[in-house]
């Protein structure tokens, strides 16, 4: 089949859990060009995002996101991106190669609109417990993220519509979970979205890495010095 052209429009569901971590466990994940924002002394936001799309999306398909903290560069603010796992590989070619997402194959298991399991193999990534949602209201949301795509740090935006509603809920992650070591604990605030419609847009360059600058400039130099050689 192949994937379809960024903007992709998603239609479903999503449960979205918040956590406060530690800086000093999540620097690592994070490219040195973003700074983290803390919201508390030595502290910042996580973000676990798990969602089914649907009829009327551009692909149909399960996603487990792990935004471990929220960052900024230059002014500009959106989540950083170093987990996210999907059960299609459409969607993990398109993600990979649109927005520079380190997306990968995983298995999930969903149980009465009530427990999410995603697994790579034997190996359990995370299982999250939810309620139903007992109020809901209908509400329009926008964010940002930040992703790398070769030398270039990318942004994108994404805007969605949804029912939501405050819940319940328990993340378990084992210790030979990938993102074990963000020691994300149990969420102080999980929001359920329902009929919700998803829009994510097509990246742009926001700045090339300093590795691909030096590069450039080192051969420039090296062309000067031959260049002057030449003439001597």
């Known amino acids: 089949m192949g994937y379809p052209q960024a903007p992709w429009m998603l239609k479903g569901y999503a449960i979205s859990t918040v956590h406060l971590v530690d800086v000093d466990k999540v620097r690592s994940l994070i490219p040195s060009e973003l700074n983290i924002i803390s919201v508390l002394p030595g502290k910042t936001l996580s973000v676990v995002y798990v969602s089914d799309y649907g009829a009327g999306s551009v692909l149909e398909y399960s996603e487990l996101i792990v935004a471990p903290a929220m960052v900024s560069y230059q002014g500009k603010f959106g989540g950083w991106v170093s987990h996210i796992y999907v059960d299609n590989p459409d969607s993990v070619a398109g993600g990979r190669e649109i927005w520079g997402l380190p997306k990968e194959m995983a298995e999930f298991t969903w149980e009465d609109h009530k427990r999410v399991i995603v697994r790579q193999g034997k190996k359990i990534l995370c299982s999250l417990e939810y309620k139903q949602q007992s109020l809901a209201w209908r509400q329009w949301l926008g964010g940002s993220a930040f992703s790398t ?84």
């Open 149 to 232: 795509m070769g030398h270039d740090l990318l942004m994108f935006g994404a805007q969605f519509e949804s029912r939501l509603g405050l819940i319940g809920s328990r993340l378990e992650v084992p210790a030979e979970s990938p993102f074990a070591g963000i020691n994300l604990g149990q969420p102080f605030l999980t929001v359920r979205c329902e009929e919700m419609s998803l829009q994510v847009a097509a990246p742009h360059v926001v700045r090339e890495k300093i590795t691909n600058r030096q590069g450039r400039q080192g051969r420039q130099g090296i062309r000067v010095l031959e260049s002057f050689c030449a003439h001597s």
